[in-house]
């Protein structure tokens, strides 16, 4: 029988293929949440409060029962049965308020939902839910964190008037000692950091689409998720249904970077309107709805302290974190800042720490992971500190960065927050971005820009991530992925991955790793994901996991099959498993003149001429990789920056990037992840603050008042890249979705402040908006 | 109230019975039945749904459907012929200037404007020319990138 499948000797892996996922993305075929269409389909519209703080007296739906196109208003008395919105975050001792699917008797932050209506279209829902009446009785509001701990602020949740959500205190080493020691022959340097609150803004906003099927009790939830297996069995939970009767459908994704890693409301609200009205039902969220609701990242306050050898030698790091948490959890809002104190060492090879994080209740909308999830936050903060230290000690940057790296074969290196670094070499990166830059001729150019008055900076940032989550022990839901592949009796190859990219690629890095594997191409390879009815228990795709979890759980069932095809070739060459090889798609043996091909082996598993005891028919391999541990991606980003001093506008100049994480599947994909991270860390560095006002109004609640990077904000990003594999996965791969983002705020703070110098600035805040510089430059112009 | 209109919408006319406020963005999507123009904001910012009215890209989330009565809208969908790609789509695919794609159609149409207004646009002038249209994955490099294959692409067509 003739193969269906011809066999290559190329190999993928490695090159820069163009994405089999961008044919239907480009001609507008793809299937987002609002394109999916039912006959018979409903709307729904949601109210939301206008206040950060009230009781609700009255909710009056009559009007909007009787309008045009409507057929059910829910108000929360008719919700009260459907769980609250989980918090997976089991910290000791979290206080968790209550988080029902739509308000009760009080609201508790803009934006906050009160009632639904459910219309035959979208704009007669809108019409209608304009007529519902919700009564206030309005209470002082507090969105500011540090304000929120002040004796007397308004309490967010009664039973709690301190505001105080969790406290954790972590120590290692001796900090006390490397203190001591500091304060009297050494330096100490002080800095209050600011993380600032973010819109994650993904382009798509959330959307959800549910449909019951009476007869067999089925629900169907799509929805714009990153996590379809977590939601699902959280939304059974909370709708009480059992889990196998609910299936959940990621379609195309329009971005996530985190906040579509969460259960919402929504979510299970539409799920319940569907059974009570049993018809699909459809919410998209406006965009208005997205900057009030969906989750908000950073929001931090750092008070840090560095102590430090006259010659420049870090010993120790004391961290006050104050972390907005907003009026309530979200999945694992407390957790974001335990991870900024597990990275607060950085890169450096000290070991005397001390944190104290606390989680505060605000009036505002929820924070939770946003690209990074506070890694980002703790690298700014000890990128920012060794630089402070650097100007304190006047040290060059770079030189006092050398001076505290461990060495190279110091790995895996044990951390004071009882991390592992599993492999690095940091000194790599930044030697080869500072030969990018010619560092010593900027410098000079720096020295004659100076000269003229001008301010000019260089600011480096060497960072360093934990990501691939991870260890599931360290996980609140398991860190592990899973994989099923197949291949067909044309030879052609299914995987069902339990990774949930939105726009990351791995039907196409996976498809590479296949194509190597059984000696196929990409083109047959189909990589499904996000359908909890196709694929197997996953975990999803956030923290830098899909390819170093989820291809891991691809790499190992593919080496299942390997072996199983090799076990089906044997007879067909009449050697016995071990004498066969199998490479480029071809089983060969030195003790046969034989050759068959891929295309063969997989229609022989299928018709079994030739059954053998112990060897069962077909090829299917499903595994679920946990891994041993994160994995720690790093690098060095460098900044060249001017500043306008009539205008405070920060032009850059330069920007590069050298990243490590590890060996790469496509490098196309790697460099689109570390230039859109780039371009989401320059957002908070330059642009970007969620505003709530002393009311706790949101200021910045449309795209009109909350700037978003456009393409002439990026500058052009010179990137390249080192290679140090890391040993936790098969593949030697570490992950890259966040580096660029980690990266690229500290690098850019340090340049302003470089630039500033000359005026005795030693800190400067994000964002850098040229308002906030130029009154910097104002001030200490006149000082 | 309703207003019947007929529009032309990549070569084929499609006619309805409209209410005046319905968006152009929203007929595209459900009565024309071409869901690759997207809504990304409610202010006008995001570009997601830009579209071709006469030839002139315009964010069709802020005109209404009323208005393009008789006139010729193009949407994405109308870019391939034959099953043949559009060089400016082309360009998107091969030089990995995507990544969710949530914006993608709506960046490609302003870039077939972009190129049609300057045929050899520099790096700079295509950032300002995207200026209408964000982009919260790429970072742009990539885009930028595409769009000066495409000019290439286009002008060697020529």
Request: with cysteine.
């Given at each position: ?134 009564d206030y009785d309005p209470l002082p509001a507090v969105a500011d964190p540090e304000k929120a701990l002040e004796p007397g602020a308004p309490p967010v949740h009664p039973e709690w008037p301190d505001n105080i959500a969790f406290t954790q205190h972590t120590e290692g080493g001796d900090c006390k000692k ?256 500072l030969e990018i830059l010619d560092y010593s001729k900027t410098r000079e150019e720096q020295r004659a820009a100076r000269r003229q008055g001008r301010y000019y900076g260089i600011g480096i940032s060497t960072y360093g991530e934990i990501c691939a989550f991870g260890p599931s022990p360290a996980t609140p ?307 | ?102 914006c993608t159609p709506g960046m490609i149409m302003t870039s077939c404007q972009l190129l049609s207004d300057h045929p050899n646009p520099s790096r700079e002038e295509i950032r300002h020319g995207l200026e209408g249209n964000l982009c919260r994955c790429t970072g742009y490099m990539h885009i930028v990138n ?13």
């Open positions: 029988m003739a193969t269906t499948t011809p066999t290559r000797t190329e190999t993928y892996v490695g090159r820069r293929l163009r994405r089999r996922e961008d044919p239907r993305l480009i001609t507008g075929t793809a299937t987002y949440v609002d394109d999916v269409k039912m006959p018979g389909m409903l709307y729904a519209a949601i109210v939301r409060s206008p206040h950060a703080a009230a009781r609700i007296k009255t909710v009056r739906t009559e009007a909007a029962a009787k309008a045009p196109g409507v057929h059910a208003v829910f108000t929360g008395a008719d919700v009260e049965g459907v769980g609250p919105v989980p918090c997976a975050a089991a910290l000791p001792g979290l206080r968790v308020p209550k988080h029902t699917i739509l308000a009760t008797n009080r609201v508790y932050y803009v934006g906050h939902p009160v009632a639904v209506v459910v219309a035959s279209d979208r704009y007669l829902a809108a019409d209608a839910a304009d007529l519902i009446e919700v490397a203190f001591a020691e500091a304060e009297k022959s050494g330096v100490i340097v002080k800095q209050r950091i600011v993380s600032q609150r973010l819109v994650p803004m993904a382009m798509e906003t959330r959307g959800v689409v549910a449909e019951w099927r009476l007869g067999d009790k089925h629900l169907t939830i799509y929805s714009s998720t990153q996590i379809p297996h977590l939601m699902r069995t959280q939304v059974a939970l909370m709708l009480g249904i059992p889990e196998n009767h609910l299936r959940v459908i990621a379609p195309e994704v329009g971005g996530g970077f985190g906040s579509k890693l969460n259960v919402y409301a929504e979510e299970a609200l539409m799920g319940f309107i569907a059974m009570r009205v049993n018809k699909p039902i459809k919410w998209i969220e406006s965009r208005r709805e997205n900057f009030q609701t969906t989750i908000h990242g950073r929001g931090h306050v750092d008070y840090a302290e560095l102590a430090a050898t006259k010659d420049g030698r870090i010993t120790g790091m004391k961290l006050k974190l104050i972390q907005d948490l907003g009026a309530y959890h979200q999945l694992l809002g407390p957790l974001i800042p335990t991870l900024s104190v597990l990275m607060m060492p950085g890169l450096y090879n000290f070991h005397n720490i001390e944190a104290d994080v606390i989680g505060v209740f605000t009036n505002a909308a929820p924070t939770d992971a946003y690209r990074g999830a506070g890694r980002p936050e703790a690298t700014h903060v000890i990128e920012r500190m060794v630089d402070i230290l650097a100007a304190t000690l006047k040290m060059d940057p770079a030189e006092i960065r050398l001076k505290n790296f461990p060495p190279k074969d110091a790995f895996p290196f044990a951390t004071a927050t009882g991390l592992q670094y599993d492999s690095g070499d940091y000194a790599a990166p930044l030697n080869r971005a839901a398991g860190g592990w992925e899973s994989a099923t592949v197949k291949i067909e009796p044309t030879a052609k190859v299914t995987i069902m991955t339990g990774a949930s990219p939105h726009g990351q690629g791995q039907e196409t890095s996976f498809a590479q790793l296949a194509a190597d594997k059984l000696g196929v191409t990409p083109d047959d390879v189909v990589v499904i994901h996000g359908d909890t009815s196709v694929v197997q228990y996953g975990i999803g795709t956030f923290g830098s996991r899909a390819t170093a979890v989820g291809g891991a759980a691809v790499y190992q069932a593919l080496e299942d099959l390997r072996a199983k095809c090799i076990r089906f070739a044997a007879p067909l060459l009449g050697v016995q498993p071990e004498d066969v090889r199998f490479e480029g798609g071809v089983f060969s043996s030195p003790k046969s003149s034989k050759t068959v091909t891929i295309g063969e082996v997989a229609l022989e598993a299928h018709i079994l001429r030739h059954p053998q005891p112990g060897l069962e028919p077909g090829l299917v391999a499903t595994r679920f990789f946990e891994p041993s541990n994160f994995a720690f991606p790093f690098g060095a980003h460098i900044a060249v920056v001017e500043i306008d001093k009539e205008t405070g506008e920060i032009q850059i100049l330069r920007y590069i990037a050298v990243d490590d994480c590890g060996n790469v599947i496509n490098p196309l994909l790697v460099d689109g992840q570390v230039h859109g991270g780039v371009a989401q860390g320059l957002g908070q560095a330059l642009l970007e603050e969620a505003i709530y006002d002393e009311n706790g109004q949101l200021i910045t609640g449309e795209l009109m008042n909350y700037a978003i990077p456009k393409a002439h904000h990026v500058p052009e990003i010179e990137s390249d890249r080192t290679v140090t594999p890391s040993p936790v996965n098969p593949m030697g791969v570490k992950g890259v979705g966040e580096a660029g983002t980690i990266g690229c705020s500290p690098a850019l703070v340090n340049a302003v402040v470089d630039a500033l110098s000359p005026l005795g600035v030693l800190h400067v805040d994000m964002p850098m908006t040229p308002q906030r510089i130029w009154r910097l430059i104002s001030e200490r112009s006149q000082a | 109230m309703q207003k019947r209109i007929r529009v032309t919408v990549n070569g084929s006319t499609v006619e309805a019975n409209v209410e005046p406020r319905l968006l152009l963005v929203h007929f595209l999507r459900e009565v024309a039945g071409l869901t690759g123009t997207h809504v990304g904001c409610e202010t006008s910012v995001c570009g997601a749904c830009t579209v071709l009215l006469e030839g002139r890209a315009v964010k069709s989330c802020t005109i209404f459907a009323v208005q393009t009565d008789g006139r010729k809208v193009e949407t994405v969908e109308g870019l391939a012929t034959n099953g043949n790609l559009h060089p400016v789509q082309e360009a998107f695919w091969n030089e990995h200037g995507l990544q969710c794609g949530y595409a769009v000066q294959a495409a000019a290439k692409k286009l002008s060697a067509r020529a």
